[in-house]
């Protein structure tokens, strides 16, 4: 399984980003689709998760009401949408899928796509 | 949600070095602890999952250990590829990583 990003956006405050995450190979439907970001020179920071097959999201509570999840069997994607943007969201921000065979671990990362967030 | 207190926050080692990196969880977690590794522009790289289990492809030069709230991620034989952030994440409840421990050069 391989999992493509869409490229880096630069945002002004307030107005939304979309990023994509393309997977190639395996069962898309069955698997957790995690979001996970890293703002610059700090940590990982979970935003949440979605698996295909139940379409039922699960966000970070830090993010409820600004972040959407959703995917695409057609076209094997994911989406994660942020809303009300600002500064402190400039970061990178990964998809990750939960592996069953490493007991959920995040098995296979995104290469990561870039948000700045500045006016 | 459930704390993941790394230590320390950086350290200085040698090639050849044994490391030992150790992540303390809030709550016992059960063996519900993974190890990444992360080198700088790169996402994070899957070593160990359930607390103890080498990932595939991963050098058996690194390893891990521990139960409960308490677990160490050990490089035995530290080699230059090495050199790179480390991060402890549970998966028990909803996800928490560890704040990091960076390993940089002596």
């Known amino acids: 399984v391989l999992l493509v990003q869409s490229g880096a956006e630069v945002k002004k405050p307030g107005s939304s980003v979309k990023v994509s995450c393309k997977a190639s190979g395996g069962t898309f439907s069955s698997y957790a689709f995690n979001w996970v970001r890293q703002a610059p020179g700090l940590g990982l920071e979970w935003m949440g998760a979605i698996i295909p097959l139940f379409g039922m999201p699960n966000y970070a509570q830090k993010f409820q009401g600004r972040l959407t999840f959703t995917t695409d069997e057609s076209t094997t994607t994911a989406y994660m949408e942020l809303s009300g943007l600002k500064s402190e969201d400039t970061a990178v921000y990964y998809c990750?899928?939960?592996?069953?065979?490493?007991?959920?671990?995040?098995?296979?990362w995104g290469q990561g796509t870039l948000v700045t967030v500045s006016s | 949600d459930i704390q993941m207190t790394q230590s320390p926050s950086s350290l200085s080692a040698s090639v050849g070095d044994r490391v030992t990196i150790t992540c303390r969880a809030s709550?016992?977690?059960?063996?519900?602890l993974n190890w990444y590794q992360q080198k700088p522009g790169t996402a994070p790289n899957l070593l160990i999952y359930s607390a103890s289990y080498l990932q595939t492809g991963v050098p058996s030069r690194f390893s891990g250990s521990g139960s409960g709230t308490d677990f160490t991620l050990t490089i035995t034989g530290l080699q230059p590829e090495d050199f790179a952030t480390y991060y402890c994440?549970?998966?028990?409840?909803?996800?928490?990583f560890g704040q990091g421990t960076r390993v940089e050069i002596k």
């Open positions: 994440q549970q998966s028990y409840r909803i996800i928490t």
């Open positions: 990750a899928k939960q592996g069953t065979a490493v007991q959920n671990a995040l098995d296979i």
């Open positions: 709550q016992s977690i059960s063996t519900y």
